[in-house]
């Protein structure tokens, strides 16, 4: 479920992200220092949220590959980067450690924060960032912080609400509705917001969608 029919997704769109996503995918490798980074190409599109937001879920819903990206009820289970490609090697999908709490030492987490802000700072591929919130909760200061480091290096982000099946419509419509007053403050926002559920699949077309328009327009720029 997307929120803006100026940005609506077109035939081509949806049908490009259908034949992206029906590929197999496969685990590359997982990064705990960007020194050790895949090569630059192709391009990347991260996903980025706190502890326990159901970043690895949505990546198994996205792939139809259950079990792809590992997947945990304890908080802070994922510590690395780790990238996913599909067999025509179009596309990196990134899962980044969860920032926020996390049931782990103080200097590992510490390890990790600096990780995701190096990494989402510097990173010359990265063409987009999906910035997942908990659509129960809406966008936290700590999701703030990130938005505002993206903002300053200027990477483009989207909001994508995880969990959206979670709570009625009614209040559905009214985190829309806070989110986009939100990002109307962030310099590097888009300003389409996709509510998903990796239960249901609601907004899993939508999602795939987006991928494949931005690998088509990062494409045809290079």
Do not use: C
Request: glycine share 6%; net charge positive.
């Amino acid at each position: 479920m997307s929120d803006d029919k100026a940005y609506a997704f077109t035939p081509e769109d949806l049908a490009q992200g259908k034949s992206l996503f029906e590929q197999p995918w496969a685990f590359v490798k997982g990064v705990v220092d960007l020194e050790t980074k895949p090569p630059s190409r192709p391009e990347e599109i991260a996903f980025a949220g706190r502890s326990n937001v159901g970043k690895s879920s949505l990546i198994n819903a996205l792939v139809r590959q259950h079990g792809l990206a590992r997947t945990s009820k304890t908080p802070g289970r994922t510590q690395e980067l780790n990238y996913f490609v599909p067999e025509s090697l179009s596309l990196f999908l990134v899962d980044m450690p969860g920032y926020g709490f996390a049931e782990a030492p103080k200097d590992k987490v510490e390890t990790w924060t600096r990780l995701i802000k190096a990494y989402l700072a510097g990173r010359q591929r990265l063409a987009r960032v999906s910035l997942l919130i908990d659509a129960r909760h809406g966008i936290k200061a700590v999701d703030q912080g990130i938005m505002k480091l993206l903002d300053e290096a200027a990477v483009s982000y989207q909001i994508v609400l995880t969990k959206a099946d979670k709570i009625s419509k009614t209040a559905l419509d009214g985190v829309f509705a806070k989110t986009r007053a939100v990002l109307a403050k962030h310099t590097a926002a888009y300003p389409l917001v996709i509510a998903t559920s990796s239960e249901t699949g609601d907004g899993i077309d939508d999602l795939r969608a987006q991928a494949a328009r931005v690998a088509r327009e990062h494409t045809s720029v290079m």
